[in-house]
């Protein structure tokens, strides 16, 4: 009977849910501090890896329903509480168990990859103390009114399960820093709470608290509502219909996180603001679209009602697009001080010796594969390097501030001049770059003085120009997500089957998924080059950045480009046949049941 009751746990329906979302989590967290660590020229921690495995218990352990210990049906069973309690642990334990070794799989196999997953630490020893973790996690996450059959969701349940779900990971890592026997003598502390907290299980649970309450005085209560009520009422209703709960809660993160790779928070922590801040586009767009069918599932309770559509329309996307752009504000915000601390122009030493290194966006443009030499006033040049986006295609891009191993000093400090030109509008001589920071080894090489160039040092009023970002980056994003949210608007007519709008969901998750995947291997297998999309975007927009009309007339164009893809979508959501049955999708019905 025991086993009948674990089976019928809504956890295992949910299990497919969370086991998903930990791969995927995994994957993309493991990847950006793979990232990170390969321009660092470093490995991942364990400490770190603990970090990235334990976001997948956690989310898990948040919106696994972890809080209903027994339902209404079984406390009206002759089962003792502490059956109960421990079928409902038993639950949590084998589907947090079984998020912990889908992440260690993905461990492994970026292990195998990426080689930059420190490999000191046995999967033994990892698996061994993720395990105790969520042991650990599961039982202090149960100790809150251990009378009712639900825990409450109030201020000091929410904060205690942040403390626990925050600290459980910290503690991990100092007994897996500390060595096996601070792990042994965790796992002992375990053992011993789990006795104490099976012990202090009621013989029966109850519903509500059955402790005396203090008394309060309850005055009249007005019929009337008041004014800043009253005002309130239609929006907070039109939020909370088209609120999609936990699929949305868990959605919302990662939109959040897609802004601040949008706007170059990686850079703040050392990872570049390089190819992951174009390549999460398509995935971030696939976030936003997954969670819009659960969002219309509730709006049949406003239809009947005297609300225009057009709030709902505005409530039903434009919190997305604040999301992503209030993302981009921190991924800004994060990287200012970095940017500010960066030197853009530099002599460096590469595979063919000492070169001008300068920010892709400042870059030429071939369409043809062919460049014309770069010539001094005094007639020495130099042929720029073609570098190809594409590896079958003619069109290039190239450095037109390169030098080579034969240059002089002269042509060197004349190239750096006119990079410190193009990258920071400021003017700094040859003869200056010359005399501070260049010279020549005994075999006639000119190399960098001392550290290099420290040009943002010596000229603390140097700004680099990028362009305008924003407007672009946050376009590519939302301008595709409305048109599909459009196409899927459009199929809730009159005579529309049920399938159409399941393979325009499908369809298109699928799509950005297989493109995403598509840029993916491509550029592993170097038929298209990691920073293509990069340069397909900052090298216009630099170009049109540099004069006040180009900077105004990419704002307008975006906006107009906005503006068009809402209307569509607001004209679609107009006409759109709100039905009482709500279309279900198939991983959204078994969450919801």
């Known amino acids: 009977m025991s086993l009948a009751r674990l089976a019928r746990r809504r956890t295992w329906r949910m299990l497919p849910i969370w086991a998903l979302a930990t791969g995927v989590n995994t994957s993309v967290l493991l990847g950006l501090l793979a990232f990170r660590a390969a321009s660092q020229e470093k490995t991942i921690s364990t400490l ?15 919106f696994a329903d972890a809080r209903t210990r027994c339902s209404h049906f079984e406390m009206s069973l002759p089962v003792r509480a502490r059956q109960l309690w421990a079928n409902h642990l038993g639950s949590l ?3 947090g168990f079984v998020n912990i070794g889908l992440a260690l799989l993905v461990v492994a196999a970026h292990r195998l990859l990426l080689l930059r997953v420190n490999s000191d630490v046995s999967y033994w020893s990892l698996c061994v103390v993720l395990v105790t973790g969520v042991v650990l996690a599961t039982l202090l996450l149960q100790l809150p009114r251990p009378t009712l059959a639900r825990i ?4 000091g349940t929410v904060a205690w399960a942040i403390v626990v779900l925050c600290g459980t990971p910290w503690l991990l890592g100092l007994a897996a820093t500390a060595g096996p026997a601070a792990v042994a003598g965790l796992a002992v502390v375990v053992a011993i709470l789990a006795i104490v907290i099976y012990r202090a299980v009621p013989p029966t649970y109850s519903l509500i608290p059955l402790e005396a309450q203090s008394p309060e005085k309850v005055g009249a209560t007005s019929l009337s509502p008041s004014t800043r009520t009253s005002r309130l009422l239609v929006p907070l209703t039109i939020a909370r219909c088209v609120s999609a709960g936990a699929k949305e809660l ?18 703040a922590f050392g990872a570049g603001e390089r190819e992951l801040r174009f390549l999460y586009i398509p995935m ?4 936003m679209f997954a969670v819009i069918g659960p969002r219309l599932a509730s709006l049949h309770y406003l239809d009947p009602l005297p609300i225009s559509r057009r709030p709902l329309i505005a409530m039903l996307v434009v919190p997305y697009f604040l999301i992503v752009c209030l993302g981009y504000g921190c991924g800004a915000f994060l990287a200012a001080e970095r940017r500010s601390q960066l030197e853009y122009v530099n002599f460096e030493e590469g595979e063919s010796g000492y070169q001008v290194t300068i920010p892709l966006r400042t870059y030429g443009f071939s369409r043809d594969g062919t460049v014309q030499p770069v010539v001094s006033p005094w007639g020495e040049s130099h042929t720029p390097e073609l570098l190809t986006p594409l590896k079958w295609s003619s069109v290039a891009v190239y450095s037109p501030f390169g030098t080579s191993n034969t240059s002089s000093t002269r042509f060197v400090a004349l190239q750096i001049s006119r990079a410190a030109r193009a990258v920071y509008t400021a003017e700094i001589t040859p003869e200056t770059i010359e005399q501070r920071y260049l010279t020549t080894n005994a075999d006639g090489d000119v190399i960098p003085r001392g ?4 040009l943002r040092q010596d000229f603390p009023d ?15 994003v939302t301008v595709p997500w409305l048109l599909l949210v459009a196409l899927l608007l459009r199929a809730y007519r009159p005579g529309v089957r049920e399938w159409v709008r399941q393979t325009i969901v499908w369809g298109g998750l699928a799509g950005l998924l297989a493109f995403w995947i598509w840029t993916s291997m491509t550029t592993l297998f ?3 080059r990691p920073w293509a999309m990069r340069a397909l975007v900052e090298i216009p927009m630099l170009r049109l950045g540099q004069s006040a009309l180009g900077s105004f007339g990419v704002w307008v164009a975006a906006f107009g480009m906005l503006a068009a893809a809402y209307w569509i979508a607001q004209a679609q959501f107009r006409r759109m046949e709100i039905t009482t049955h709500p279309s279900q999708y198939t991983l959204i019905r078994m969450g919801s049941d």
């Open 526 to 528: 170097g038929v298209m």
């Open 250 to 267: 868990a959605a919302v993160p990662i939109i959040f996180l897609g802004g601040v790779i949008l706007g170059g928070g990686l850079l």
């Open 462 to 476: 140097l700004r680099a120009a990028s362009g305008p970002m924003l407007p672009v980056l946050v376009t590519l």
């Open 152 to 155: 409450p969701v109030n201020v």
């Open 451 to 454: 550290d290099g160039l420290t």
């Open 93 to 95: 334990l084998v589907g």
């Open 48 to 62: 770190m890896l603990i970090w990235v495995c334990w976001v997948g218990v956690a989310t898990y352990l948040v």
């Open 284 to 287: 971030a767009i696939y976030m």
